[in-house]
């Protein structure tokens, strides 16, 4: 039923929404309307009220101010019972399913009311199966969710989503935790839900999913709805200047790199996990001074592996040399420490779980592993307030935000932890830096001043070996690219003479040749 007189109603119409949280202005005075049959993409930095605007659409959160209004209809969404009745479904960015239930029974949970009132698990299977097989969600109905990888865990919440005959999806970042190709396939999967006439909303903060699957796109910053445009008539240059509120370079400013002598040395790299697995099969591969040697490959290919190796954190055979040195890969210097000592600096994948002591202040993590270098030791006991300054000062340099070293690592925003763990690695002006993942989950804004650090320090005579498993990132930093595939080595690029297609292939396990 419209109501302005046009022939198609907004699937979904949001009128002046508010919503504080105490003093954070989390929304404000927020409209939009989202035509049926479309996908609506959202995008904002970490923070910029994505998930609180798209948590009151489904009830969760209770606007202060504003009106929903759903194919022209003026509704009231008290509660997600009430969005689900609306015809609302949404994929949260942290998966809501039990994990000692099957799939079906997943899906079927929470659904026993209303029109679908105790369906038989004979008839949700057919329904389900159904619904699987005219979009091509592909899910084991009787796998425990637990024990199934994140990329079913999300097509069972979609199905959930459908099974309950939502008309509305709403999918909250829903690539961060997927590898590259299940994203191609959640958008192959999103595609067909529009052609089939269901409208999407879909949050990221990736300019490039944006670009790629959306018709219409809407940017937030700070609360506030600062655009919205149709993604044919942008590009990401623009996108990104409104998601920052400065113009932001997207592609790394570098000069050629000028390689010196090899500073790491990889030959016939082995390692065999505690499960008798072996991870990495016979690495071989060197990094010289002033260069940076990407490391592609799907997550899981032996990269976290490699660099776990590499950093001291697990054993192996074969040899590492690190400026002509052999080093100890099995005994009493085969840690952490000693690679320190040898000029490695590591910033680890995992920043929250090895990178930072979470419940530590800045200023103790930006000492955290050289804690006992001889500059930050005063007599017997360590120079604390030396530390201090010198984390002030860090921070201010690698502009942590905000720059309070009396603040634990736990209360900084995920791209401000990362910008700590590199600035102590950074500044300790290691010979080789091992960086993996540099930017996960950061802002654009952020990213760019990362990558400016980490080419930097490539430009100050340093050998970088980087894991990514962003092939942009990859393709726009290193100098030299390998493609890790199975434990193995599959190819080895020129960055300059290289592209996306012919990683890819690399990375899927096609021969260099072939490739
Ligand atoms: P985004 O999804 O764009 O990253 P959010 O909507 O999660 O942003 O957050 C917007 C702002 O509201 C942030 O400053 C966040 O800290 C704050 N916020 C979100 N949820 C809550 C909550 N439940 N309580 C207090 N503050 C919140
Ligand atoms: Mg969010």
Do not use: C
């Not at 009231?76 to 949404?90: C, L, T, V, Y």
């Not at 008798?276 to 976290?304: C, F, M, P, T, Y």
């Amino acid at each position: 039923m419209p109501t302005e007189g046009s022939q198609t109603a907004p699937a979904i119409e949001l009128r002046g929404i508010s919503k504080a949280f105490g003093p954070v202005q989390a929304n404000k005075d927020i409209s939009i309307s989202v035509m049926p049959g479309t996908i609506h993409g959202i995008i904002g930095e970490n923070g910029a009220g994505k998930s609180t605007l798209m948590s009151i659409l489904y009830g969760f959160y209770k606007a202060d101010k504003g009106e929903i209004f759903i194919s022209g209809q003026k509704t009231e969404i008290p509660d997600s019972q009430a969005a689900i009745a609306a015809g609302i479904g949404m994929v949260f960015q942290h998966f809501k399913l039990v994990q000692n239930f099957t799939v079906l029974e997943n899906i079927i949970l929470g659904a026993e009311d209303g029109a679908l009132l105790r369906p038989s698990l004979a008839k949700a299977r057919e329904t389900l199966t159904n619904l699987a097989k005219e979009y091509e969600l592909n899910v084991d109905p009787d796998a425990l969710i637990e024990e199934v990888g994140v990329g079913m865990q999300q097509r069972v919440e979609i199905l959930k989503a459908l099974y309950r005959q939502a008309d509305i999806l709403i999918l909250d970042e829903p690539t961060g935790v997927l590898t590259p190709a299940e994203a191609d396939q959640l958008f192959r999967i999103l595609d067909r839900l529009r052609d089939e006439g269901k409208t999407i909303i879909l949050i990221t903060h990736k300019l490039r999913e944006i670009m790629e699957i959306t018709d219409t796109v809407s940017v937030m910053r700070r609360g506030e709805m600062t655009a919205t445009v149709k993604t044919a008539e942008t590009n990401p240059e623009e996108l990104a200047e409104l998601m920052v509120g400065r113009k932001v370079l997207l592609r790394v400013d570098k000069v050629p790199a000028q390689p010196g002598d090899k500073v790491l040395e990889v030959e016939n790299l082995r390692f065999v996990d505690s499960a008798g697995v072996e991870r990495l099969k016979g690495i071989n591969l060197d990094v010289r001074a002033g260069e940076i040697l990407g490391i592609a490959g799907v997550a899981g290919n032996g990269q976290s592996e490699l660099l776990e190796v590499l950093g001291g954190y697990a054993t192996a055979t074969g040899t590492i040399r690190m400026n002509g040195e052999a080093l100890d890969l099995t005994g009493t210097k085969s840690d952490g420490q000693s690679r320190r000592d040898s000029g490695i600096a590591h910033v680890p994948e995992d920043r929250q779980s090895e990178g930072l002591i979470m419940n530590f202040s800045a200023w103790e993590n930006t000492v955290f592993g050289y804690h006992l270098d001889p500059q930050w030791q005063k007599g017997l006991l360590m120079d604390n307030a030396a530390i201090k300054a010198e984390a002030a000062e860090k921070m201010q340099r690698f502009d942590v935000r905000p720059p309070n070293p009396r603040l634990a690592a736990k209360n900084f925003s995920g791209g401000n932890q990362q910008k700590i763990v590199l600035a102590r690695e950074i500044e300790r002006n290691p010979d080789l830096l091992l960086v993996g993942q540099p930017t996960r989950g950061v802002d654009i804004g952020a990213i760019e001043f990362i990558h400016q650090q980490i080419v930097a320090l490539r430009d100050a005579g340093k050998a970088i070996l980087l894991v990514s498993v962003e092939l942009e990132e990859i393709l726009s930093l290193s100098d030299r690219v390998v493609v890790m595939f199975d434990g193995q080595i599959m190819g080895e690029r020129i960055a300059a003479e290289t592209n996306e297609k012919e990683l890819g292939l690399l990375m899927a396990g096609v021969s260099g040749d072939a490739a």
